[in-house]
């Protein structure tokens, strides 16, 4: 007897894939079930970090808007397209690093992978040349300083939230507003009753 016996047995299939599943999902579960399916890029840390500043400059609109999504909402799910346009914007920028610039891609990678305390400064010469052929053959340069950016208003398609900072609700209901506190006699009580 099998030691997980209540699951369902998926050999070359996605679970979601099956009859018995696919029947009871709503479209908004398997758009939610494809975007998670997308996996990650495959790519080290340390040679995303080499090419960090140019991906900053290409990619900074879907990476705004998907941070506004994920303040503003405050739910995960309701941010999953915007984290696959992150996702899609990102393969494709390291898409086309990796072929045109692969060698200088290469050697920066593993200078950053060598050192010790994994930081960019000590591989300035791979560097250089690894910025100056990004910038040649793809026209990418490195995004300017953030603060250059920081007033920009992000575009995005979604409504506005109601509640974007999460403010709890007044749950108190003795409690006035100030103006109706304050426009009241000076010798009467909140109920209208005269102080003793």
């Known amino acids: 007897m099998p030691l997980f016996a209540?699951?369902?047995?998926?050999?070359?299939k996605d679970f979601d894939d099956a009859p018995q599943i696919a029947n009871q999902l709503d479209p908004e579960t398997k758009e939610t079930l494809q975007y998670l399916k997308r996996g990650d890029l495959?790519?080290?840390?340390?040679?995303?970090?080499?090419a960090a500043?140019?991906?900053?400059?290409?990619?900074?609109?879907?990476?705004?808007?998907?941070?506004?999504?994920?303040?503003?909402?405050?739910?995960p799910r309701k941010c999953l397209k915007y984290g696959d346009r992150v996702s899609e914007c990102a393969a494709n920028f390291f898409r086309n690093v990796s072929e045109a610039c692969t060698d200088q891609?290469?050697?920066?990678?593993?200078?950053?992978e060598?050192?010790?305390?994994r930081k960019l400064i000590y591989c300035r010469a791979e560097q250089l040349a690894l910025d100056t052929c990004m910038f040649e053959k793809l026209g990418y340069d490195k995004l300017p300083d953030a603060g250059v950016?920081?007033?920009?208003?992000?575009?995005?398609?979604?409504p506005k939230p109601k509640n974007p900072?999460?403010?709890?609700?007044?749950i108190d209901s003795r409690r006035l507003p100030a103006e109706d506190y304050f426009e009241?006699?000076?010798g009467q009580t909140r109920d209208g009753d005269e102080k003793k």
């Open 6 to 12: 209540g699951h369902l047995p998926v050999q070359e």
């Open 42 to 50: 495959g790519i080290p840390n340390h040679a995303l970090r080499c």
């Open 53 to 75: 500043y140019q991906y900053a400059g290409q990619c900074v609109d879907v990476n705004r808007e998907y941070m506004l999504c994920k303040q503003e909402e405050g739910d």
């Open 105 to 112: 891609f290469v050697k920066m990678a593993q200078c950053v």
């Open 114 to 117: 060598k050192t010790n305390s």
């Open 149 to 158: 950016y920081s007033d920009i208003e992000v575009k995005t398609d979604r």
């Open 165 to 170: 900072y999460n403010f709890r609700p007044i």
């Open 184 to 186: 009241r006699p000076i």
